[in-house]
């Protein structure tokens, strides 16, 4: 009996303390989002990792710590929610896809992410509809990493999603069943999008394009080896698209300005290759692929994985463990020189797998 008390003891203490070392963030709005037609029925946690939200450094020291949001997860966003969105006769369950937050420091800045994922959907007896997946990246510099404020890059990217949202015509949409609440994307890798504009990587892959809008394309900054598109929009702010099709290829928003790439190969790995601009938000791609990618003068081979959404830049470790399930076709890349074409060719077989 005295064995069982002392190992109680031991593990209580042990997670008191591990309690200590996380960073515990609170989130208050100081607005309100007045003309939304719809406010928050219910949170649900959706995540892949549950864990935490993130990693922080604590204490201004370089030990980075979990991060965590005060109290239980969804009642904490619900009580945030309802202080941000006025109650509505329209009422929505906010799904959590993702919540990520980081911080990277640099000798002379530090830098802080933020990425979200809010899928939006209406209740129905006991289905759930789904209006659309939604994301927000923020990213944010500081000389001083006691001047990063988490709660409000948060608080951010949830207007951010809310305001996505509201400019989709939801009100009309019937929606698609959630049959199963874990699976997040189901994306036909036989058949590029239709045509139109998105502003996430989940309208994306449930082919949902915004209606009431157009758009332009043309070509910008174009050599021979790098090829940049400057897309102009009608009736939306460009900052909040994210993808464009015109249903032979796919463009990706490349910066933090209009500007795209164009997609070479559609498939499970839809790629592309292009130099990082030197206008680039550094760390941009972080919140599509949760790594930093730092500007470059090298043309990349960049690949959007249809299964998680992300966007990546592949270099040789991303690619020996996208091969190692077809050793026919990574013993061949092993054999290249690995050049930019080498690797172009590793993504075309490795896509003719599916």
């Known amino acids: 009996m005295k064995l069982l008390t002392i190992i109680l003891f031991l593990i209580a203490f042990n997670q008191s303390n591990a309690q200590k070392d996380d960073y515990i963030i609170s989130l208050v709005p100081n607005s309100v989002l007045e003309s939304l037609h719809f406010s928050c029925s219910e949170v649900i946690d959706a995540r892949h990792n549950k864990q935490n939200i993130g990693f922080v450094y604590k204490d201004f020291v370089k030990k980075q710590v979990p991060a965590q949001l005060e109290g239980e997860f969804t009642s904490h966003l619900k009580k945030t929610f309802d202080k941000l969105i006025p109650n509505k006769e329209t009422q929505l369950v906010f799904i959590i896809r993702y919540l990520f937050i980081a911080e990277v420091t640099a000798p002379q800045t530090e830098q802080a992410f933020c990425k979200i994922e809010i899928e939006f959907a209406k209740r129905i007896d006991t289905n759930l509809i789904s209006l659309g997946i939604f994301d927000s990246h923020i990213v944010s510099g500081s000389t001083n990493i006691k001047t990063i404020n988490h709660s409000k890059k948060i608080l951010k990217g949830f207007e951010e999603c809310i305001q996505k949202f509201n400019k989709t015509n939801w009100e009309n949409q019937e929606g698609i069943l959630i049959e199963d609440i874990n699976q997040k994307y189901n994306y036909d890798i036989e058949n590029v999008p239709p045509k139109g504009i998105y502003l996430s990587y989940g309208q994306l892959a449930r082919k949902q394009p915004l209606t009431d809008t157009s758009f332009k394309i043309s070509s910008h900054n174009t050599t021979k080896t790098n090829q940049y598109y400057n897309i102009e929009f009608k009736n939306i702010d460009s900052k909040y698209v994210q993808y464009v099709s015109n ?37 941009h791609f972080f919140g599509y692929s949760g790594g930093l990618i730092l500007n470059t003068e090298r043309k990349k081979a960049i690949i959007l994985n249809t299964k998680t959404g992300r966007v990546k830049v592949v270099g040789d ?38």
């Open 247 to 283: 249903d032979t290829n796919i463009y990706l928003r490349f910066n933090n300005n209009s500007i795209f790439i164009k997609s070479k190969h559609h498939g499970k790995y839809i790629y592309f290759s292009n130099k990082i601009p030197t206008n680039a938000s550094r760390g």
């Open 317 to 354: 470790l991303t690619l020996f463990k996208l091969l190692k399930p077809y050793p026919e076709i990574l013993k061949k890349y092993r054999k290249s020189k690995r050049k930019l074409a080498d690797k172009e060719k590793a993504i075309i077989e490795l896509n003719a797998k599916f």
